[in-house]
């Protein structure tokens, strides 16, 4: 049977990545990208677009009608420093957009959905080190809970509907197609700009600030690979813990010097994203997803770097 994939959310950091190597995989015609913004250039220009706002449900029936996906991958959400300025917005987002979409999914028979969770979702009393798949997860952000809540309603949706639905909790993404939008991790990108423009950046996560990261390469891939595991194969319909490397500000500005000797790094003195970080793992256990469907990340902070680096001089033109 052939595919119809809809991407909702598709113009934000993930969903720009996400669409292209879904159409690349599956055939442009094949992968509908959906968002309540304008499309960017290379979503609009490779494929069908589709405007959608996950809070009207009318809208997105509309579009589930019209299309039938075989798939849903739902991207939109409202990050961790984002959600804690707008709570009630964030929380009727990240909640109801979910509901609206897994709803939708039961009633047109969606063969398959993907929903992302995050790191976000342990607190102040998980284990830092080695975070656990199951441990106490006490989140404090609105966008934590919000998706602490959304893996329950995925986990309750399989196993009421049968609803074949499937997630990861991505911890930090490091990209440069797409700007990020609204994270406590956005430092991480932030550098790589800031480093080309000007050789000197101002972190407001303080330089020993330990946090999971990823590479985007890994993450699509990641994506991908858990979407086309056997249904048998998930033992997990909450959501996997995933890992790819963990690093602080100060390890990662030693890394940029590596390639640019004069590139200077200063830390802000208070910033509310740092109470965000400091309830965050530093490292996660990402054993199940290593079991299930095989995940195993390629890229560590060196080769991370030389990516950023290279990708954001040229893109930049620089
Ligand atoms: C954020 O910082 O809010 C996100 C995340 C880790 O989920 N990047």
Redesign the pocket.
Known sequence: MSEKILVIGANG?IGTELVTALRNQYGAEQVIASDINNPAYAIRNSGPFEFANVLDKENLHHLFHKHQPTQVYLLAAI?????EQKPKLAWDLNMNGLIHVLDLAVEFGTAKVFW?????VFGPNSPKQNTPQYCIMDPN?V?GFS?LAGERWCEYYHAKHGLDVRSI?????ISWKAA?G?????YAIHIFYEALKTGTYQSFLSANTM??MMYMYDAIRATLSLMEAPAENISIRSSYNLAGMSFTPAQLAEQIKQQMPDFSISYADHDP?QA??DS?PQSIDDSQAKTDWNWQPEYDLKRLTEEMLKNLKNSLNL
Do not use: E, F, N, V
């Not at 609204?182 to 956005?186: A, K, P, R």
């Open positions: 950091q990050l961790s420093a984002t959600g992302p969770s995050s790191i976000a952000t966008y998706k909790r991505y911890p930090g993404i990020p609204g994270g406590t991790t956005d946090l999971p994203r965000i970080a965050w």
